[in-house]
């Protein structure tokens, strides 16, 4: 997750969406009448969605860039020695109307977005990459940023000002500002050759996405499918104007959630497939030479940077720092995840042998059979526990009640706030002391013109430099129900709404001056910590019967099935932890190429890939392919994919100290929000944690909440 972050300092162009597509006009001057001319009237400055036109962007950005290289030459041309004040805070208050632009554009295009949107996005990629290299790679303004940070011992500047220099000066450099006229020339090109595939991947990775989707028109062949799953099914088959069919979506990953439950095994291996080759089809949305080229390139940037990999330049402000320390950590884990994935595949076997069939356990297969492991070892059926995670439910009375048990917040819904499309629900957010805190739009179901996966962002940054509380969103992609039918969710879904409101909290409780360290603007290693910590409510008794009850009975869940869940919990980790870890090394592979080699064959690389990490069992595929692994080349996790397990070393490390200390409390939550959540990115975040936990983090529980060690 998610968390899409766009700030000033932003390189990279993120997935949105678009709302309002009637045929408007498009202006050919910006002016007052577009709707990010000014800041928005409506509370927390949120965006007015019903004033949205597709067309309103092109003059917006335009305007947008335009001011905001006005504004930074102001700051160049000041004639005042540099100081933090005419300088950093200066930089800091530029660029408003692109930032306002931008965070549409970016949640629009993820979450609801359209053909002309997506022109856009590719339109624009290299421009924003231009717009950022002409800030950073102007040398006047480098020498005064560079003077701030040499003269930051005597300016006595407060802890957070220190960490805004300091954060500054390593941005610029990495950005290429201490290279030579002739070399930033070359990087700038670089950067808009990237910047332009990484938005082509975003746009064919949709595009095949959406027309992988599996038509069924037998109805025998989805024997298994739960009702209402069925009946989503058919209705979008009927949208599309296909009778008696049903359509099944793909999702982002590899394996897709109907497996589980399909008995034909034919239907359940032309579900893998089309998921497995939806880019690799020869076609306009075959992304394997977008990829491969974007993969040599990247190698030649970090070169003309003076780094032997991009890896090794992207994590320079990492917690892990450098790629050797990222393989370790993940050579520490690779080894006993693989043994317990032999382990749950021999099971799984032995249960095939014992049906009467003979076939060799596929990767279409395992979570079809590993849930008859699972019913069998645990006596727990997905579809037995189903009906006491009502998503409202799970929202209202689990989500929520969590944050308001550990942190006194509350929640009040908005209806008259303007929505980008008609699933979406906003709330705002009050703090303990009964003042008004946020807002919190929610996105939960999938749509045809809706990126996979989730994620958390912002609409508005917080920042009390510039008077701004935070906006916040939630995007994911559950099945919607057939009308009138209750939206049932799994516990995995459940455990991601719980994931991606982790990230909220985090922007949440922002309480920084500076909007480029505010909130989640922390290293990618540290970004997913709070969200995965806030994982683990979802299994605390009082949280779990507090929203857990049956959609019809009203029937808390019972002990049992709790006990089972729970004992359930560490079940198929070699699986589902293995899947995980092939595809972190997959993408520490591609970005460790050096930029002598030529442009890899994406299919042979991948193979030697993952036999080279150990990881290439036939039967656990990465959980992204390389053809369509949406994190690494469009969404910022390039090298740092490996993030979410290096951050979950930190939240169990954390929810340790939790244990310790009494569990959930109002006082353990205050602690962890004054010690973490509130602090954004404001200081060393391995000093941050240390401050919090009394020591660095240890991999032991890690390993323990997996069921990789006793």
């Known amino acids: ?404 048990q550990l942190y006194g917040i509350t929640f009040k819904e908005r209806n008259d706030l303007p929505v980008y499309q008609n699933d979406v629900k906003v709330f705002e957010v009050f703090d303990k002391d009964g003042s008004s805190l946020a807002l919190f739009y929610c996105d939960y179901f999938k749509r045809d013109n809706k990126n996979g996966g989730a994620w958390m962002s912002n609409i508005v940054h917080q920042s009390t430099l510039l008077g701004y509380k935070p906006v916040v969103y939630n995007v994911c992609n559950f099945t919607k129900p057939a009308q009138g039918q209750p939206a049932l969710i799994s516990f995995e879904d459940v455990t991601t709404m719980f994931h991606e409101f982790g990230h909220a909290l985090h922007g949440m409780f922002a309480s920084q001056k500076y909007p480029s360290l505010s909130g989640t603007s922390t290293s990618r290693d540290f970004v997913e910590f709070p969200s995965q910590f806030n994982e683990h409510w979802a299994l605390y008794p009082t949280i779990l019967k507090n929203y857990a009850k049956h959609y019809k009975t009203g029937e808390v869940i019972p002990q049992t099935l709790i006990d089972k869940i729970k004992n359930a919990s560490t079940f198929n980790q070699g699986y589902a932890f293995g899947e995980y870890l092939a595809a972190a090394g997959l993408d520490m592979e591609w970005h460790t190429l050096s930029a002598d080699e030529k442009e890899q064959n994406t299919d042979s690389f991948e193979t030697l890939s993952l036999k080279k990490l150990g990881t290439d069992l036939s039967y656990i595929p990465p959980r992204y392919r390389s053809s369509y692994f949406l994190h690494i080349w469009a969404n910022g996790y390039s090298a740092g994919y490996y993030a979410y397990c290096w951050s979950e070393m930190l939240d169990d490390d954390a929810f340790a100290w939790f244990e310790e200390h009494g569990g959930l409390s109002r006082e353990n939550g205050q602690y962890f929000r004054d010690k973490i959540l509130s602090r954004g990115n404001s200081e060393d975040l391995a000093t941050l944690y240390r401050g919090f936990r009394g020591h660095d983090p240890g991999i032991d529980p890690l390993l323990k909440n997996r069921g990789l060690k006793d």
């Open 1 to 404: 997750m998610k968390n899409y972050l766009l700030t000033f300092m932003a390189t990279i162009s993120i997935i949105a969406s678009s709302c309002n597509s009637g045929n408007h006009p498009s202006p050919s001057n910006f002016s007052d009448s577009n709707p990010f001319a000014k800041e928005s009237t409506l509370p927390f400055h949120t965006f007015d969605f019903s004033k949205l036109h597709n067309s309103d962007f092109a003059p917006a950005f335009d305007e947008g860039m335009k001011e905001q290289l006005e504004e930074v030459k102001k700051i160049i041309d000041n004639n005042e020695a540099a100081s933090f004040e005419n300088t950093l805070t200066a930089l800091e208050k530029s660029g408003q109307l692109l930032q306002r632009a931008r965070s549409v554009f970016n949640l629009l295009t993820g979450a609801n977005t359209n053909d002309t949107l997506q022109k856009l996005d590719e339109e624009y990629a290299p421009k924003f990459a231009a717009q950022s290299d002409a800030i950073y790679l102007d040398n006047k303004l480098f020498k005064r940023v560079e003077s701030v940070y040499n003269q930051r011992p005597q300016l006595k500047l407060d802890p957070e000002s220190l960490r805004l220099t300091e954060y500054y000066y390593q941005q610029f450099v990495k950005a290429g500002a201490k290279l030579s006229d002739a070399d930033k020339e070359q990087l700038k090109k670089m950067n808009s050759e990237e910047a332009s595939l990484s938005s082509k991947f975003n746009n064919q990775l949709l595009n095949a996405s959406k027309n992988g989707a599996v038509v069924i028109d037998n109805k025998a062949e989805l024997d298994g499918m739960s009702s209402s799953d069925l009946e989503a099914a058919a209705a979008k088959a009927k949208a599309d104007g296909k009778d008696n069919q049903w359509k099944l979506p793909l999702q982002n990953t590899t394996q897709q959630p109907y497996l589980q439950s399909l008995k034909n095994r034919e239907t359940r291996k032309k579900i893998f497939e089309a998921s497995w080759t939806r880019t690799e089809k020869n076609d306009a949305n075959d992304t394997r030479k977008t990829i491969s080229r974007l993969a040599q390139l990247r190698a030649q940037k970090a070169k003309l940077l003076g780094f032997p990999s991009y890896a090794a330049w992207n994590l320079q402000n990492q917690m892990a720092k450098t790629p050797e320390a990222v393989f370790n950590f993940l050579n520490h884990l690779i080894p006993p995840t693989v043994q317990k994935g032999k382990e749950e595949a021999a099971d799984i076997q032995k249960l095939i042998q014992s049906q009467g069939d003979t076939f060799h356990l596929e990767a279409w297969d395992w979570n079809y059979y590993s849930e008859q492991v699972r019913k069998a070892k645990y006596d727990l059926d997905e579809n037995e526990i189903k009906p006491y995670f009502v998503l409202d439910s799970v929202l209202q009375n689990g989500v929520f009640y969590a944050a308001n």
